[in-house]
């Protein structure tokens, strides 16, 4: 396996853990930014909303902050209810401080919270899909189950309604259609985003870190013998 390459100041959460593990000082906090979006899906618009946690702290004192997607969610069926998303991102949230954690990084395990949204959906529980993640189907490949994965990239804009002003994002992700036991299941991840009038370094950095998210994915499903097509963002 390659050497990760480590960005400093750090853009992910392999940053982190690769600077800690070079002998640096890292520490971290993690905030929340539960954004809704006004997204395009076939010409028809619709309202999502993007979990964010945002990761600040310092390396040798030198202050950084970065931003990760953690899930999608909407009241449409073009994604996961935000229940089901909020429930999905604290899952990927929680194998990110298991990571920190193993390189001596201690953040406070804080969560995604949006009670309001959930009571919404209270009625509606027996609408919900699996949140079986791509962890989980990992670890079922890695017991003997045959599982074949579908991945489709892709990068699209998204008005991002911040409290005082909106913003027009772009974001890298891919869609994960998993078949196991004859039931085929969506698994979204968001890879990276950046703003959409920023230069080309930006949105370039943004896509590198998206591949490179992607090809640790692969690692793991090579790993699992688990069937998948490779895909990266050119």
């Given at each position: 396996?390659e050497e990760?390459?480590?960005?400093?100041?750090?853009?992910?959460?392999?940053?982190?853990?690769?600077?800690?593990?070079?002998?640096?000082?890292?520490?971290?906090?993690?905030?929340?930014?539960i954004?809704?979006v006004?997204?395009?899906?076939?010409?028809?618009?619709?309202?999502?909303?993007?979990f964010?946690?945002r990761?600040?702290?310092?390396?040798?004192?030198?202050?950084?902050?970065?931003?990760?997607?953690y899930?999608?969610?909407?009241?449409?069926?073009?994604?996961?209810?935000?229940s089901?998303?909020?429930?999905?991102?604290?899952?990927?949230?929680q194998?990110?401080f298991?990571?920190?954690e193993?390189?001596?990084?201690?953040?406070?395990?804080k969560?995604?919270?949006?009670e309001?949204?959930?009571?919404k959906?209270?009625?509606?529980?027996?609408?919900?899909?699996?949140?079986?993640i791509?962890?989980?189907?990992?670890?079922?490949?890695?017991?003997?189950?045959?599982?074949?994965?579908?991945?489709?990239?892709?990068?699209?804009?998204?008005?991002?309604?911040?409290?005082?002003?909106?913003e027009?994002?772009?974001?890298?992700?891919?869609?994960f259609?998993v078949?196991?036991?004859?039931?085929?299941?969506?698994?979204q991840?968001?890879?990276?985003?950046?703003?959409?009038?920023?230069?080309?370094?930006?949105?370039?950095?943004?896509?590198?870190?998206a591949?490179?998210?992607?090809?640790?994915?692969?690692?793991?499903?090579d790993?699992?013998?688990?069937r998948?097509?490779?895909?990266?963002?050119?």
């Amino acid at each position: 396996m390659e050497e990760r390459i480590s960005h400093n100041p750090p853009m992910s959460i392999m940053d982190l853990v690769s600077l800690k593990k070079a002998g640096h000082e890292v520490t971290v906090d993690n905030a929340f930014e539960i954004n809704e979006v006004e997204l395009d899906h076939e010409e028809h618009p619709f309202q999502a909303f993007l979990f964010f946690c945002r990761f600040t702290g310092a390396i040798d004192g030198q202050a950084y902050n970065f931003k990760k997607c953690y899930s999608r969610g909407c009241t449409h069926n073009l994604c996961p209810h935000v229940s089901q998303a909020v429930m999905i991102a604290n899952r990927y949230l929680q194998r990110d401080f298991v990571a920190l954690e193993k390189a001596g990084i201690n953040p406070d395990r804080k969560l995604f919270t949006l009670e309001g949204m959930l009571s919404k959906f209270e009625e509606k529980r027996d609408q919900f899909v699996s949140t079986l993640i791509l962890d989980d189907y990992i670890h079922l490949a890695k017991e003997g189950n045959d599982i074949f994965i579908h991945i489709d990239l892709e990068n699209f804009a998204a008005v991002e309604n911040f409290e005082n002003y909106k913003e027009k994002r772009l974001f890298f992700s891919a869609n994960f259609a998993v078949t196991h036991l004859g039931e085929k299941h969506i698994c979204q991840k968001c890879l990276s985003c950046c703003a959409l009038d920023d230069n080309e370094m930006e949105i370039r950095k943004a896509r590198d870190l998206a591949n490179r998210r992607a090809a640790i994915l692969y690692e793991e499903f090579d790993k699992a013998k688990i069937r998948y097509n490779r895909a990266f963002f050119e």
